[in-house]
Each structure stands twice: as structure tokens, then as C-alpha cells.
């Protein structure tokens, strides 16, 4: 790729990057409001989504050392929204599982994002969706590979 043109393309992504980062964690904290903190609802979908982690796992998907996710794992036990649960084989596994308060909560702040996120992603053209969501995740993917940090 042309220097000239992927300096403006760095430009242009930092600048939307900025503004869609900022607007949408407003939007997001409004919409959880004191239930959850993002970081919380972010923990509490992974698990949804994977039925169950370790604390070791949050912290490599969610590039947070381990005390950042042991405080948001305490948080949200307290809040009874997760339990520790015991490997059977190896006692010394410990995984994080949601209660039926967690999921109930995170089944409804799901249906809360999906609301929020259609608002916006309804200007889009069916291809320009498609197009935006494709390259994102190609992103995402990149970003994955080992050695490109």
C-alpha cells in the first residue's frame, strides 16, 4: 500500500476509532447503568458464550493481568452472577460458571446491546454491513496473530 495513503488511512481510523470508542462506552454505561461495569458484562458474555472459563483464560482473552480480572471475577460473585465451580480432575482448575442470575442478566443486557446497536448499524446498506463487519473481523484476526504486536 501507498506510505501517503496508509498514513490517512491510520489517520481516519483513529480519529472514527475515537469517536465510535467513546460514544458507544457512553451509550453502553448509560444502558447498564449501576448493574454492570463493561468490564463486568464483558466477563459475564464470554462466559455465556463458553458456558464456563478459568480466571487465567479472562485474563489472556481480556489482556488484563490477573488482579484486574480477580477483582471483576470477586465483583461479580459477590453479586451472586457467578460461582466458582471446582474442576472434577484437577482440583487445583477452578471454573467460573453463571448463576441463573447470571444468565437471566445477561440475557436481558443482550437483548439491551442488540437494541442499542441496531439504532446505528440500520444505516448501513445490507452491503455496507456486511463490508464493515467482514474487514472488522478481519482486524480482529490480524491483531490475533502471533508476532504482530
Do not use: W
Not at 20 to 38: C, F, G, H, P, S
Amino acid at each position: 500500500m501507498d506510505k501517503v495513503l496508509l498514513i490517512d488511512i491510520i489517520r481516519r481510523y483513529e480519529q472514527a476509532n475515537f469517536t465510535v470508542n467513546r460514544r458507544l462506552n457512553a451509550l453502553i454505561r448509560e444502558l447498564m447503568q449501576e448493574e454492570l461495569t463493561i468490564d463486568q458484562y464483558s466477563t459475564i458474555r464470554y462466559i455465556r458464550e463458553h458456558e464456563r472459563a478459568t480466571s487465567s483464560e479472562l485474563a489472556d482473552i481480556f489482556c488484563v493481568g490477573k488482579s484486574s480480572i480477580t477483582a471483576i471475577i470477586t465483583r461479580l460473585s459477590d453479586k451472586e452472577l457467578i460461582r466458582r465451580v471446582p474442576d472434577e480432575k484437577d482440583r487445583r482448575v477452578t471454573y467460573l460458571m453463571l448463576t441463573e442470575e447470571g444468565k437471566r442478566l445477561s440475557d436481558t443486557m443482550e437483548e439491551k446491546m442488540q437494541e442499542l446497536l441496531a439504532k446505528y448499524i440500520r444505516h448501513f446498506s445490507e452491503q455496507e454491513g456486511l463490508a464493515f463487519i467482514e474487514t472488522y473481523e478481519k482486524l480482529a484476526r490480524v491483531l490475533m496473530e502471533p508476532g504482530e504486536e
